[in-house]
């Protein structure tokens, strides 16, 4: 199953309290997933200041769901509600957080993320990774129309 949720970035929100609603959103209670969450707090932050997450989502791939997470801002985060909440925790057993960075942050984002919060995979902002391209493909493979018989 494939979900979207719109969080309020700038002005709205700075970009740890941005992170602090996204952890919230994707964590359930006791869950386990929040001590690495809260590791790449500031390396996270500093990421969701920049604008690339209104076109670029951090994708949220879990046992149970892909979730993806777009940043929305400018005046269209002023009146933005809080996200919905999710009626199942993604992060509960196996997950791992695609985000999405600028070429210029690549190298020392994934360096401080490797170690403070290894379920995070990050990869430049026009890259799929091989896990998500997979899945698109499978999607895409599953679903063929045979258009002699509708006409």
Not at 44 to 57: F, I, K, R, S, V
Request: glycine residues 6%; negative net charge; proline residues 7%.
């Amino acid at each position: 199953m494939k979900l979207r949720r719109d969080i309020a970035v700038t002005p709205q929100r700075a970009g740890a309290e941005a992170w602090a609603e996204i952890v919230k959103l994707i964590t359930g209670p006791g869950s386990q997933a929040v001590d690495q969450l809260t590791a790449a707090a500031s390396v996270m932050a500093t990421l969701l200041t920049e604008e690339d997450y209104a076109d670029h989502p951090l994708t949220l791939k879990g046992k149970c769901m892909r979730l993806v997470i777009y940043g929305v801002y400018g005046a269209d985060a002023i009146s933005l509600e809080d996200p919905d909440p999710l009626q199942q925790n993604p992060t509960e057993g196996e997950w791992t957080l695609f985000v999405p960075c600028p070429e210029e942050d690549l190298d020392w984002t994934r360096d401080a993320l490797a170690k403070r919060a290894p379920r995070i995979q990050v990869h430049g902002l026009d890259e799929t990774p091989a896990e998500l391209a997979e899945e698109k493909a499978d999607a895409t493979q599953g679903f063929a129309i045979d258009w002699g018989a509708v006409s």
